[in-house]
């Protein structure tokens, strides 16, 4: 009688211990997810902050370094007795396939669907046409209106009209994008108008030095600064379709937009290559190429390549931070170019010139302290009440228009 509950108390000490290995896998498996919880998404946030300032970086120095070979490589174009300003306005659109290959290498990854918000829908066929459309129209007649100002001005002086583009902008933000002026802005917006204006008061030295009479000057002039209300629409056109339509914050919808909209755009350019007749003048523009066929081709190439680059980098500028802080990036460049027109095309650096170059850097260095302090103030707010959780959820285009 003894033996049996001998036996069964020993089998039941032969199991026992595997009871508690049993419950203690169980209880690690589900503990380990709430000491990842508490110090997984600290690392991921500073892996992700520290990713979004390394794309940022990135799109900085594409916008700065390809901007401003592109725009020295479009004035060689037509230093070196190029005439076609359809030509100058294809290349700036008509670098897109260097993109495609994108889509290859998208369709061979798996998708990360860590930054598309599930609450939004995606928008229909018919709005992403509407938008494409719109943003190749503006952006061909920008591009055509900057080429009239490379074949009529001197290069440095093309460079200082262009950094009104940070004006026409910040007006267009303020109605589309609903962006705040502040004083440092303010201050920005006027040191940049007065700069722009004195270009109007150049010595008969500067107007001619690129071999052209007067009204071509005033030409130039004119529509630089048609390409620059052009330029301050189209951004805040972008902000706009990524905050209010697309509202995805991922890789593809950069390309698409840059894809769609430079097609667009060089179709439009294409149109008015064909139907102005330019097309059937090629051959003899390239034969009259001071330096050569090959370096003719080579020009236009490069100047493409570049320019794709370049709104690559403008376009995700806006799409990480905003219109008017993309533009602002691009004007960068405007202390650099007229140095270099100065040693490559020996542009002439008069007074008002210079100090025409001197307000636009004031203008400049004016809104990135606007940007320095507006950070500064947001960060210490954000520490006092301890919310970071709510700058890294949210994007920096719904910021902007909160």
Known sequence: MDSIPLLEASSIITKTPKVPLCITDKVSKETKPMEDSSFGPTRNKSQRRNYRWLLLSLYAMLVISCQTIATILGRLYYEKHGKSKWIGTLVQVGGFPILLPYYCISSSTPKDNHNINVLHSEPSTLMLAIIYVTLGIVESLACYFDSMGLAYLPLSTFALVTSSRLVFNAFFSF????????????????????????????????????????????????????????????LSLIQLAFVKVLKRNTMRVLIDVTIYGSFISTCITLVGLFGSGEWSKLHEDMEEYEMGKASYLLT?????????????????????????????????????????????????????????????IWGIVSYFYHTFVYHHDRNSN?????????????????????
């Open 382 to 402: 954000t520490i006092s009440r301890n919310s970071a959780d709510h700058l890294l959820k949210s994007s920096p285009l719904e910021e902007n228009n909160a």
């Open 175 to 234: 109605f589309l994008n609903s962006m705040k002026f502040t004083p440092y802005i303010l201050n920005s917006l006027v040191l940049l108008t007065i700069s722009t204006t004195l270009t109007a008061f150049q010595p008969e030295s500067a107007l001619f030095s690129t071999g052209n009479p007067r009204r071509h000057y005033v030409v130039g002039v004119i529509a630089t600064i048609a390409g620059s209300v052009a330029y301050g629409f189209y």
């Open 300 to 360: 236009l190439a490069f100047t493409a390549i570049n320019w794709q680059l370049f709104h690559v980098g403008c376009l995700g500028l806006i799409f990480e931070v905003s219109s008017l802080f993309s533009n602002a990036i691009s004007v960068l460049n405007v202390p650099l170019v007229p140095i270099l027109a100065v040693l490559i095309f020996h542009d002439k650096m008069h007074g008002i010139k210079a100090v025409t170059l001197a307000l636009a």
